[in-house]
């Protein structure tokens, strides 16, 4: 790889990091209101970042969650954060940092796992909807198990879940605020 390459990409998904970090705080309560608010208080009792899995049309799919920590009120922000093709959701999870930036500014993050490639549109990995069904039902079920707030789930993705990301864009817009894709 060329020397200037790695720097734009780095680049990019600096400002799509960005782009979604503001997003999200423009989002977010005071500080004040995260402390007690009209909600009450809500703290995350769930594994800090354990593997799930789900039925979804009978496939098992899994996926990766983190829940912010220390005491939360009201519902939460949602953002998904696909990995690239052949990737996992364990992995995305070690190299974005987002579980330090969900800490801080108290958001749930979500790292599926696909089953080889997120099915993005293109002819190389297929046209099926599953994996948008699969996106539809953690939005739902985080929506009952994690007091998620549905009209605050933001997307990114790298790679082939960058471009997974545009799909959701085009496919998924009524479920999903805002899209930030990475070197897609």
């Known amino acids: 790889m060329r020397k200037g390459v790695g720097r734009v990409s780095s680049r990019a998904a600096l400002v799509a990091l960005t782009l979604v970090i503001g997003q999200l705080l423009a989002c977010m309560p005071s500080p004040e209101a995260r402390e007690g608010g009209l909600f009450g208080r809500r703290q995350a009792d769930k594994d800090q970042a354990g593997q ?15 829940t912010p920590r ?8 949602l953002v998904f954060v696909f990995h690239g093709g052949r990737g996992t959701g364990s992995q995305i999870k070690s190299h974005s940092g987002f ?22 549109g293109r ?10 069904e699969f996106v ?7 929506e009952r198990t994690e007091n998620i707030d549905r009209r605050r789930v933001y997307s ?25 894709p990475v070197a897609a």
């Open 52 to 66: 799930h899995t789900l039925n979804v049309n009978g496939l098992e799919r899994t996926y990766v969650l983190h």
């Open 70 to 77: 220390g005491t939360h009120s009201g519902k939460l922000p």
């Open 99 to 120: 579980d330090r930036v969900a800490d801080e500014h108290g958001f749930v993050v979500v790292y599926p796992d696909s089953t080889g490639n997120w099915r993005d």
């Open 123 to 132: 002819e190389t990995t297929g046209e099926g909807w599953e994996d948008i």
């Open 136 to 142: 539809r039902a953690m939005i739902d079920h985080l």
């Open 156 to 180: 990114t993705g790298i790679s082939n879940g960058g471009i997974f990301t545009l799909r959701l864009a085009c496919d998924a817009s009524n479920m999903i605020a805002a899209f930030a």
